[in-house]
Antibody
């Protein structure tokens, strides 16, 4: 059973960089066939896809966040990470990591972390 | 980029059938996947592809698609089905590796 767990600071100051990691257990990031994803949810709002990364390092980001997002993968630790720069209060959200698996004509997030609340405040 | 549009709220009487819809141009090219989210919990995949249920999802959940609209149907809704439901697909308007979520539908079981 694949499990994902987010970790990182729960409080970030405005203008600083939000940094989160996701540790994967029960499966190898390097096995291929999956994109490792970040999704966020503002308080009381819907889900927003931030982007994802393949084990090779290929990345795809939401165009609305692309200028501030960097994702990386560490296959030796079976982890992938998110950095979001120049944060404001609008970046306060629960951040989820998830495994994305695609078919020819669909996408799906089949495993999710429990979520990490990150608050941007001075 | 495209958008996926969902009704904000839907209600259903206990034991009855309810359909939750998701509209968007991308759904002409891609099937939607559907997620159930209960308060304080991570989303759970309930339907993916043409009409596939992950292991452990009750068969009262089903999916369908027509034109630019995808639907999640719950046949015989139970109290535990009360939750937020989100659709998700690829974005067909630009980079098809970009993904979209609908705004979510809050389902109330009466």
């Amino acid at each position: 059973q694949v499990q994902l767990q987010e970790s990182g600071p729960g409080l970030v100051k405005p203008s600083q960089t939000l940094s989160l990691s996701c540790t994967v257990s029960g499966g190898s990031i390097s096995s291929g066939g999956y994109f490792w994803s970040w999704i966020r949810q503002h308080p009381g709002k819907g889900l927003e896809w931030i982007g994802y990364i393949y084990y090779s390092g290929s990345t795809y980001y939401n165009p609305s966040l692309k200028s501030r997002v960097t994702m990386s993968v560490d296959t030796s630790k079976n982890q992938f990470s998110l950095k979001l720069s120049s944060v404001t209060g609008a970046d306060t959200a629960v951040y989820y990591c998830a495994r994305e698996h695609s078919g020819y004509d669909y996408t799906q997030f089949d495993y999710w972390g429990q979520g990490k609340l990150v608050t941007v405040s001075s | 980029s495209s958008e996926l549009t969902q009704d904000p709220a839907v209600s259903v009487a206990l034991g009855q059938t309810v359909r939750i819809t998701c509209q968007g141009d991308s759904l002409r090219s891609y099937y939607a996947s559907w997620y159930q989210q209960k308060p304080g919990q991570a989303p759970v995949l309930v339907i993916y592809g043409k009409n596939n249920r992950p292991s452990g999802i009750p068969d009262r959940f089903s999916g369908s698609s027509s034109g630019n609209t995808a639907s999640l149907t719950i046949t015989g809704a139970q109290a535990e089905d009360e939750a937020d439901y989100y659709c998700n697909s690829r974005d067909s308007s630009g980079n098809h590796l970009h993904l979209l979520f609908g705004g979510g539908t809050k389902l109330t079981v009466l």
